[in-house]
């Protein structure tokens, strides 16, 4: 089956690091992703990886281990516009098609 | 206007009631889709649209009727809904279906009474 697990709530200070962990479970794995959700707002793309390895753009970045199933979403100088929920999802490749399978999020608090 | 956008954005309606949701993309792109979000839920995809044709449909219950006359437009008919379908309901878009990056629309907040 397909599963993804995130932590469900978080909370961090302004101006420092936070790491959002995502682990998965799917059959035919074809891309992670990262989304920025605002309270009320839409979803935003953040990154996407489909190799091992870390992926950086500007204060975020991300990390897959295809191995073993788990990313993570790095912030540094955290904002406290940063706050907002954190989806990641899984392109999964399933009868001939790739569809997006979403965690839960998780909502991540920055206080100052 | 730009992106994806909604309408409406909020929509109260009673279990007998009949009404559409819509949703239009300016971005050139050729896939849509309809999401689901509930409260502490993850996304839940329902529908995909390739081309105007439906490539998907995630187990939906027929009270739901997607209608897409052409990429640029997709609609969500809705009749005799259930409270448990109260929720955000999302529209986004991609070049092609499955493509790297979804673009989002603000989302109808839909409250079933």
């Known amino acids: 089956g397909q599963n993804i697990d995130q932590p469900t709530e978080m909370t961090a200070t302004e101006g420092a690091i936070v790491q959002i962990n995502c682990t998965y479970q799917t059959s035919g794995f074809n891309g992670l992703f990262w989304y920025q959700q605002h309270a009320g707002e839409a979803p935003t793309f953040l990154s996407y990886?489909?190799?091992?390895g870390l992926e950086e753009k500007g204060r975020f970045s991300s990390f897959l281990s295809r191995s073993k199933g788990y990313s993570y979403l790095l912030l540094k100088e955290l904002q406290m516009k940063d706050s907002a929920s954190y989806l990641c999802?899984?392109?999964?490749?399933?009868?001939?098609?790739?569809?997006?399978?979403f965690g839960a999020g998780t909502r991540l608090a920055v206080h100052p | 206007e730009t992106g994806v956008t909604q309408t409406p954005r909020h929509l109260v309606m009673g279990m007998t009631n009949k009404k559409s949701l819509k949703c239009e993309q300016h971005l050139g792109h050729n896939a849509m889709y309809w999401y689901k979000q509930s409260a502490k839920k993850p996304l839940e995809l329902m529908f995909v649209y390739n081309f105007k044709e439906q490539t998907e449909n995630n187990s939906v219950p027929s009270r739901f009727s997607p209608e897409c006359p052409n990429s640029s437009h997709l609609f969500l008919h809705l009749h005799t809904l259930q409270p448990e379908d109260s929720a955000l309901y999302l529209c986004a878009s991609s070049q092609g279906a499955g493509d790297i990056e979804q673009y989002f629309g603000p989302g109808t907040r839909l409250t079933v009474t």
């Open positions: 990886n489909v190799l091992d």
């Open positions: 999802a899984v392109r999964d490749l399933e009868g001939g098609y790739n569809k997006l399978i």
